[in-house]
C-alpha cells in the first residue's frame, strides 16, 4: 500500500494538482487579509480566524476539492492509463485506496497550510492597514482545532466527489455534483437537515450549538470512512474503458 | 512446450454483439504472434481479456498455465502489455513515468535503463514526456512493458500512426525481442503486410471469431499460387490458353494462370513452351505468392460463405 501511495505522490511532480493546493489556501489568506483591511470583518483574533475558515470551508473547500480530486482522476482517465495499471500484478484495490489516500493527505496538508496562512494574513493586513489591528491574541490551539474538525467534517465529501471522479471518465458528472453541492450547500445552510449535508457539514465545526457541530462532524467523519471504502468496492468491480 | 496464451472457447459479448466469440487461442513460446483483423475484429477485447481487464462471457483464458481470472496475479507477473494508445502521464519526464511502474512492480532502478536501452530512448529519457512524438511514446510505452522481464510481451497496434521510419523501427524492435529479452511477442494488427515482415505465427480474427491460426509457413502452404505472363499478343495467348482447357485471366497485357502449390514451377515451364510453340512471344513468366493480405481476403470470404450458406 505504501508503494502505491508513493507512486501516486511521484504522479504529482509538476503537476496542476500541486499548484491547486498552493493556490486554494494563499487565495483565502488573502481574501481575509483584503477584508481585514477594507474592514470588513470584525476586529478581534478570534472572530477573523474563524470567519477565514468559514470562508474556506463554506466555498473554497468543496471547489478545490471538486477540483483536486478531478485533476487526480483525470491522470488515469485521460491517457486511458487504467489499462496499464489494472493490468499489473498488483491487487486493483490498492490503486483506488492509494488515490483517496493522497486526496486525503493533500487535503490535509492545504488545511496546515491555511493554520499557518490565516495568521499570517492577519499580521500582513495590520502591518500595511495600521488603523486594523486586531484586539486579543490568537487561541493557536482553539484555530487549529476548529480546522482539523472541518477537515474531519470533510471526509463525506471528499469520498463523494473522489468516488464520481474516479468512476466517470467523463470529468463533467463530478463537476457538475461539486457545483451542484456547493450551491445546494448556500440554500441549505438556515434549515436544521442542512447540517448534515455533505457539502455543508465542515461548516458546521463552527456551529453555535457545539452538541449539532458534534453530530454533523461525525456524520461526516465516519460517513466518508464507510463512503471510502463502498468506492474501493465499487471501483474494485468495474471495467475501465 | 506449453503454450504462452491458451484460450478455450473465449466468449465476450457487449450488449447483443459478440465481441470475441468462442475462440481457441494458441500462441507458442517464443513465436511472434500476428494477431490480425480488420478495425472491430475483436483483437483488442481478446486483448483486455487476456490481461484480465475484462471478465469473459464464457471459456477461461491462460497464461503460461495461469487462468486470468483465477490467477490474475500469477498471470500478470508474466506479461507485459501495450493497449491501444501508448498512455503516459505527460507531464511528467520518460525516465519519471518508467520509474512509477518500476516502484508497482518492485524492480531495482537498473531496470529502466536497461529497457532504455532496449528501445534506444536513453537520450531522450529526460524531456517531458508531453514533447514527445507518436513513435518515441510507442517506444517508451514497449519500454514499460519491458520492464518486468515479462516472458510475455503484448503489443496492441503499436505501429498505429506511425510514419515509415517509425514503423520500420518498431518493426526492427519487436523482432528482435523474441532472441534478446528470450520473451513470446503478441501483436495485434490490422496492417496485414507490416507483420508478415516479422511474424512467425499468425491469427486471423473476424467478427469475433478467430477464423486461421498456425505458423506461417502453414498459412502459405497449400495456397493457390499463380503465374504471371507477359506477352506480345495477349488475346491470342488467353485464346490458346483458353483452347487446351487452361484457366486464365487478362490483367492488362499479362495474363494470370491460377495454379496448385506444388506445381507451379513445373507448369511455368509447361505454360511458357505452349505460348511459345503457338508463335506467342513471352517475355515475363513470374510465379506469384499470395500475399497475406489476399489470402486473409479468401479466408474472410469463405467464412462469409459458409455463414450466408448455414443462414439460408
Not at chain 2, 486470468?68 to 503516459?88: D, T
Not at chain 2, 496492417?191 to 505458423?215: D, I, N, Q, Y
Amino acid at each position: 500500500m505504501i508503494v502505491a501511495v508513493t507512486a501516486e505522490l511521484l504522479k504529482l511532480r509538476r503537476s496542476l494538482t500541486l499548484l491547486l493546493c498552493i493556490a486554494a489556501p494563499t487565495m483565502v489568506g488573502v481574501l481575509a487579509g483584503v477584508m481585514l483591511i477594507e474592514h470588513k470583518t470584525a476586529s478581534n483574533w478570534q472572530t477573523f480566524a474563524a470567519g477565514s475558515a468559514a470562508l474556506w470551508s463554506f466555498f473554497m473547500l468543496p471547489m478545490t476539492v471538486t477540483a483536486l480530486t478531478i485533476l487526480l482522476a483525470q491522470m488515469e482517465h485521460g491517457p486511458r492509463f487504467w489499462n496499464h495499471l489494472l493490468a499489473l500484478p498488483v491487487p486493483r484495490w490498492r490503486f483506488f485506496a492509494a488515490k483517496a489516500v493522497v486526496v486525503l493527505l493533500l487535503v490535509a496538508a492545504m488545511m496546515a497550510a491555511l493554520a499557518l496562512l490565516i495568521p499570517l494574513a492577519g499580521r500582513i493586513a495590520e502591518a500595511l492597514a495600521p488603523g486594523r489591528q486586531l484586539s486579543g491574541t490568537l487561541d493557536v490551539r482553539a484555530h487549529v482545532g476548529l480546522l482539523a474538525r472541518m477537515f474531519e467534517g470533510s471526509l463525506l465529501l471528499i469520498a463523494i466527489q473522489l468516488w464520481a471522479a474516479l468512476r466517470f471518465r467523463s470529468f463533467v458528472p463530478p463537476l457538475v455534483i461539486g457545483i451542484g453541492g456547493t450551491f445546494v450547500a448556500v440554500v441549505a445552510t438556515g434549515s436544521r437537515q442542512g447540517a448534515y449535508f455533505p457539502w455543508l457539514i465542515p461548516t458546521n465545526a463552527l456551529a453555535a450549538d457545539p452538541a449539532r457541530g458534534q453530530l454533523a462532524i461525525a456524520v461526516g467523519l465516519w460517513g466518508g470512512v464507510a463512503v471510502i471504502a463502498l468506492m474501493i468496492l465499487d471501483l474494485n468491480r468495474r471495467t475501465f474503458d | 512446450m506449453e503454450d504462452a496464451i491458451a484460450t478455450d472457447g473465449l466468449k465476450r459479448r457487449f450488449g447483443s454483439k459478440w465481441a470475441v466469440d468462442g475462440i481457441d487461442l494458441r500462441v507458442p513460446c517464443r513465436s511472434v504472434y500476428g494477431f490480425l483483423g480488420e478495425n472491430g475484429a475483436g483483437k483488442t477485447t481478446t486483448i483486455r481479456l487476456l490481461l484480465g481487464l475484462l471478465k469473459p462471457s464464457s471459456g477461461n483464458a491462460r497464461i503460461f498455465g495461469h487462468d486470468v481470472q483465477r490467477q490474475r496475479r500469477e498471470a500478470a507477473r508474466l506479461v507485459g502489455a501495450l493497449v491501444e494508445l501508448p498512455s503516459h502521464y505527460d507531464h511528467l519526464t520518460g525516465r519519471q513515468n518508467l520509474d512509477i511502474s518500476r516502484l508497482l512492480l518492485g524492480l531495482d532502478r537498473t531496470a529502466i535503463e536497461r529497457v532504455l536501452e532496449v528501445v534506444d530512448l536513453r537520450a531522450a529519457a529526460d524531456r517531458a514526456v508531453g514533447g514527445y512524438s507518436l513513435g518515441m511514446r510507442q517506444r517508451l510505452g514497449v519500454a514499460r512493458a519491458l520492464l518486468g522481464r515479462p516472458k510475455l510481451l503484448i503489443l496492441d497496434e503499436p505501429t498505429n500512426g506511425l510514419d515509415p521510419n517509425g514503423i520500420r523501427d518498431m518493426r526492427v524492435l519487436i523482432a528482435g525481442l523474441p532472441e534478446r529479452e528470450g520473451v513470446t511477442v503478441l501483436v495485434s494488427s490490422h496492417v496485414l503486410a507490416e507483420v508478415e515482415l516479422f511474424a512467425t505465427h499468425l491469427g486471423l480474427m473476424h467478427r469475433g471469431k478467430l477464423l486461421m491460426s498456425g505458423p506461417v509457413s502453414e498459412f502459405k502452404a497449400g495456397q493457390v499460387k499463380t503465374i504471371r505472363i507477359d506477352v506480345d499478343q495477349p488475346q491470342a495467348a488467353l485464346a490458346v490458353l483458353h483452347g487446351t482447357g487452361i484457366r486464365a485471366e487478362l490483367h492488362g497485357s499479362s495474363l494470370v494462370v491460377a495454379q496448385g502449390a506444388s506445381d507451379t514451377a513445373a507448369g511455368a515451364a509447361q505454360l511458357n513452351a505452349l505460348l511459345v510453340g503457338k508463335g506467342v512471344a513471352v517475355s515475363g513468366l513470374a510465379v506469384v505468392q499470395p500475399t497475406l493480405e489476399e489470402i486473409f481476403v479468401s479466408v474472410v470470404d469463405n467464412a462469409s460463405d459458409r455463414g450466408s450458406a448455414i443462414a439460408a
